[in-house]
Structures are given as structure tokens and as C-alpha cells.
Nanobody, 128 residues
């Protein structure tokens, strides 16, 4: 059974940084996409960053140059380093894994698939 548990959310001022982590279990390194999504209050869930089977990261335009996704190959744990945070980055951040054939760009654009596994989320609040 796939289990994803996020940690590291919190409250920061604009310009600050946070590092999210995701403890993953229940699947092997054969997963096709792992990544981060977020839901900003009043909006739909959106893709933030993902890594596909080739190991190359993909980012939403809104976070390019500020966020860095990484993965621990030894245990499949996932991380999201967020810098220069802005109030519009506030929201619930979710770790996700897709075990079917997955193109990260499409997975992010479609806000995940019906087969995507989700964590419970961690709240990020950025004040101006």
C-alpha cells in the first residue's frame, strides 16, 4: 500500500524559505512520477514540480527558479526546497506518486491522474 507523509510546512514572511519532505513507502523505485501539488484557497489543485522516470525535474512556470525538487534514490523520499516565497505560494502542499506510465509535464498540467496516490498535505502560509 502506497503511503505518502508530508512534513515541513509552516509560516514564513515573503522572501523566506521552507523545505518540504515526503516520506514514501509501499512502492519501489519503479514509480513513474513523483512530485508536489498545491491547492491555494478557493482554487483547484495545481501541479508544482515533478520528477519522472528519467530523473529530470519539471516545474510549473510560477515556481521556476525558486523551487527545487529532489529525490532520495535510496528510499524514494521526496523533497521540495522553496525559496523567495511569496503570499501567492500559500496553500496546502501535497506529495504525490503516479505508478502508471507518466509524463511529468502532463501529470502536472492535469493536476494528477485518477490513479495518483496522494499524501494528506502540509500547510504553507506566506505573509507579506
Amino acid at each position: 500500500q502506497v503511503q505518502l507523509a508530508e512534513a515541513g510546512g509552516g509560516s514564513v514572511q515573503a522572501g523566506g524559505s521552507l523545505r518540504l519532505s515526503c516520506a514514501a513507502s509501499g512502492y519501489t523505485g519503479s514509480s513513474y512520477c513523483v512530485g508536489w501539488f498545491r491547492r491555494v484557497s478557493g482554487t483547484q489543485r495545481e501541479g508544482v514540480a515533478a520528477i519522472g522516470v528519467n530523473g529530470i525535474p519539471t516545474y510549473a512556470d510560477s515556481v521556476k527558479g525558486r523551487f527545487t525538487i529532489s529525490r532520495d534514490a535510496a528510499n524514494d523520499d521526496l523533497y521540495l526546497q522553496m525559496t523567495n516565497l511569496q503570499p501567492e505560494d500559500s496553500g496546502m502542499y501535497y506529495c504525490a506518486a503516479e505508478l502508471t506510465t507518466c509524463r511529468p509535464e502532463r501529470w502536472l498540467l492535469w493536476s494528477g491522474f485518477q490513479t495518483t496516490h496522494w499524501g494528506r498535505g502540509t500547510q504553507v502560509t506566506v505573509s507579506s
